[in-house]
């Protein structure tokens, strides 16, 4: 029963800034990536950021310089910060992790939240 959680989604004006947050939970024996993406309205899933347990980190060329990703492993936790919003920036934001559990430590399973609304006003 592993599940990730999300929390932190808002409204916010643009030029604000948010603190996603998704916590991962259950029978877990390691995470490999953790990170985010997000699906503005009509559009396609994209990747925000993603972090490797090892350290390694990727964002899209859309939020560099602006969004921050980081981790708290004792806590199997991943953060998004985001600053300098903008109304692009709107969309569902969907926390991501490959996951292996206790019982079936291989392979990894991929897992999803359910998503957390982040809306940027003008």
């Known amino acids: 029963q592993v599940q990730l959680v999300e929390s932190g989604g808002g409204l916010v004006q643009a030029g604000g800034s948010l603190r996603l947050s998704c916590a991962a939970s259950?029978?877990?024996?390691?995470?490999?990536?953790m990170g985010w993406y997000r699906q503005p309205p009509g559009k396609q899933r994209e990747l925000v950021a993603l972090?490797?347990?090892?350290?390694?980190?990727v964002y899209a060329d859309s939020v560099k310089g602006r969004f921050t990703i980081s981790r708290d492993n004792t806590k199997n936790t991943v953060y998004l910060q985001m600053n300098s919003l903008k109304p692009e920036d709107t969309a569902v934001y969907y926390c991501?992790?490959?996951?292996?559990?206790?019982?079936?430590?291989?392979?990894?399973?991929?897992?999803w939240g359910q998503g957390t609304q982040v809306t940027v006003s003008s």
């Open positions: 972090t490797i347990n090892g350290g390694n980190t």
């Open positions: 259950g029978s877990i024996f390691r995470i490999n990536n």
């Open positions: 991501n992790a490959d996951i292996s559990s206790i019982r079936t430590p291989t392979p990894l399973w991929n897992y």
